[in-house]
């Protein structure tokens, strides 16, 4: 028989036992519901723009009630910030994924990288030139930017973000060639982004990928006259 105290307790261990394990079976079907609801948005927001959608929508193409959708997220809002917070990382994850496939370049040099980067985002565009909606980032950023402050400083971020891909490897490329101040090489990265942005909708409007890959070529020779002569 059990001392007393071992036996009082008893209960206790195995409530405190139960829970772990209860943890441990709800926590991944939460994520799980967390992204699926991410997920959902992302493509409804890519399709429809933030302001048409709704929340009903999302719960509903997300099979989701509204209690599991508010136990996650606070609000549109919220999840606005969740769905571009995801997009950045896939979007990160799969370009460098591309870069390792994509075959070795034959000349290496301080552009290399960035020249591998527009390569990668040209064979993104061609993989995705059947998948509906443009550029999440590029549609929340004309759709919000001007009534939402909160937004516009996130989605400002995201194309910094993006600028600062290119930058390390354009401040070497001018350092070696000495054509370029530091200071010019901010503008010059933010200047690709500008033209991948560009190229995306142009190819997206045209449902032609290989008229970003053209502008692509097109940018590559002017960072070649730029920062090399």
């Given at each position: 028989m059990l001392p007393p105290t071992q036996h009082n307790n008893r209960p206790i261990a195995l409530f405190y036992f139960?829970?772990?394990?209860?943890?441990?079976?709800?926590q991944p079907r939460a994520l799980e519901t967390r992204d699926r609801i991410v997920q959902t948005a992302?493509?409804?927001?890519?399709?429809?723009?933030?302001?048409?959608?709704?929340?009903?929508e999302i719960q509903r193409t997300a099979?989701?009630?509204?209690?599991a959708f508010f136990h996650h997220f606070q609000s549109k809002d919220d999840l606005g910030f969740?769905?571009?917070?995801?997009?950045?990382?896939?979007?990160?994850?799969l370009l460098d994924q591309i870069e390792q496939e994509l075959p070795p370049s034959k000349d290496e040099g301080p552009l290399t990288p960035v020249f591998r980067r527009l390569d990668a985002i040209a064979e993104m565009l061609k993989r995705r030139q059947h998948t509906k909606g443009g550029c999440i980032i590029g549609n929340l950023s004309t759709a919000l930017s001007d009534t939402h402050e909160a937004f516009r400083s996130r989605l400002?971020?995201?194309?910094?973000?993006?600028a600062q891909e290119?930058?390390?490897?354009?401040?070497?490329?001018a350092r070696q060639s000495g054509l370029m101040q530091r200071s010019q090489c901010r503008n010059l990265a933010r200047y690709i982004v500008t033209v991948i942005e560009g190229a995306i909708m142009l190819a997206r409007t045209h449902r032609d990928p290989k008229l970003a890959a053209?502008?692509?070529?097109?940018?590559?020779q002017h960072l070649e006259k730029t920062v090399n002569g």
């Open positions: 139960q829970e772990i394990a209860m943890r441990a079976v709800t992302a493509g409804l927001f890519a399709l429809k723009g933030f302001h048409d959608t709704k929340l009903e099979e989701v009630s509204s209690g969740a769905v571009i917070d995801r997009h950045m990382e896939k979007r990160r994850q400002a971020a995201c194309f910094d973000e993006m290119f930058l390390p490897h354009l401040e070497i490329a053209c502008q692509f070529d097109y940018l590559k």
